[in-house]
């Protein structure tokens, strides 16, 4: 009886497990150096296909690695409005900023834009388009986790 009562007891917590969302489970992944994106067969893309990429699009980013005084796991998003400007702002309980406007461009083979969440001035990446994700990355090291969704869902 006892093993009855112990088996339903596993199978309800596994189907209320089930009914969660996966988000409540997520975990910040670990941050990946341009050595093993290289290694993995992808390229970083040109600043025609960076362009494209995000003009009128909307990216959500997570920082895999602390940044500037960002920690970890912060979450915001970036809509590229037109060939010059973005508007980006904060996922709900990530950190705690007011929407803003910035300027981006691209330099080269690489996605420059103005900072203001992490500190203050410019910067520019290199940007690598895996089949999973899109991955920012500086000095080797991949610092962002980019997932692109056409156009302006939030409204930015």
């Known amino acids: 009886m006892l093993a009855n009562f112990t088996v339903r007891m596993i199978l309800v917590g596994v189907a209320v497990a089930s009914l969660t969302p996966a988000t409540l489970f997520a975990q910040t992944p670990p941050p990946k150096t341009e050595t093993e994106l290289v290694a ?22 997570v920082f895999l690695v602390p940044v500037g005084t960002a920690p970890a796991g912060t979450q915001i998003m970036a809509f590229y409005r037109d060939a010059r400007s973005r508007v980006v702002a904060p996922r709900a309980g990530s950190v705690a900023f007011k929407k803003f406007e910035a300027k981006w461009w691209v330099e080269g083979n690489q996605l420059c834009h103005e900072v203001q969440v992490v500190g203050q001035g410019t910067t520019c990446l290199l940007v690598y388009q895996t089949s999973s994700a899109i991955y920012l990355c500086k000095d080797g090291n991949c610092r962002q986790m980019w997932r692109m969704v056409p156009g302006n869902p939030e409204k930015l």
């Open 40 to 61: 993995a067969g992808n390229k970083p893309l040109t600043g025609q296909q960076i362009s494209a990429l995000v003009l009128g699009n909307t990216a959500y980013i």
